[in-house]
């Protein structure tokens, strides 16, 4: 049972590039949600699904998508990298949105030059 | 989030009890946690309360409620110098958990 993964676990990218983080979990939950952590300001919730096929925004979500075809993944995609992109970001996992005690996975560490 | 506030550093000596402070704004939530962040990890639930108890206590930890005041506290006894790492205090809310900023709690030997 491996819980939350997440790849890469650092990247860098150029102004302009796009990407995808990955986040896997075998839990079989039915939430998952991708945050942001930027020194000072905690962990912003950036989109989230309450499961396969559902998703929607969080707090920060501009310059982000995601889609959820499986109950196990949540990729999250970036289209156009800009530097106030650099961060490091969490996928997060739930059992279901009534149980909202969280599993996270150990992160990526994204720079945008 | 702004509705959740934590100070950001915290110094104590081994052995010494830590208390790490929080406040919130929005008393609607059901639930309220404490998670610990080590270096280069996620956050990992260290525990939680609901909102309608007072007090919680798990080995160790020690969480208070104050519900009037909207304040919640995480007391560690005996700490270690394997408990520095960052703290975060989050409330429940609907389909999204709020954080605080995280209080970096260092520990002297």
């Known amino acids: 049972n491996a819980g939350v993964t997440q790849t890469p676990k650092f990247q860098v990218l150029k102004t302009g590039q796009s990407m995808t983080l990955q986040c896997a979990q075998d839990m079989n939950h039915e939430y998952m949600s991708w945050y942001r952590q930027d020194p000072g300001m905690g962990l912003r919730l950036i989109h989230y699904?309450?499961?396969?096929?559902?998703?929607d925004q969080g707090e920060v979500p501009n310059g982000y998508n995601v889609s959820r075809s499986t109950t196990e993944d949540f990729p999250l995609r970036l289209l156009s990298a800009a530097p106030s992109q650099t961060s490091v970001y969490f996928c997060a996992s739930s059992y279901s949105t009534g149980d909202e005690k969280l599993f996270f996975g150990s992160g990526t560490q994204l720079s945008v030059l | 989030g702004e509705d959740v506030e934590q100070s950001l550093f915290l110094s104590v000596r081994e052995g010494d009890s830590s208390v790490i402070n929080c406040t919130y704004t929005d008393s609607s939530s059901t639930y309220l946690y404490w998670y610990k962040q080590e270096p280069g990890a996620g956050l990992q639930l260290l525990t939680y309360i609901f909102s309608n108890m007072d007090m919680k206590q798990d080995q160790r930890l020690t969480v208070l409620l104050n519900k009037k005041d909207k304040h919640l506290s995480l007391r560690i006894a005996d700490t270690q110098t394997g408990d520095s790492a960052i703290y975060f205090c989050a409330r429940s809310g609907g389909f999204k958990t709020i954080f605080g900023a995280g209080t970096r709690l260092f520990v002297k030997a």
């Open positions: 699904s309450v499961g396969a096929g559902i998703t």
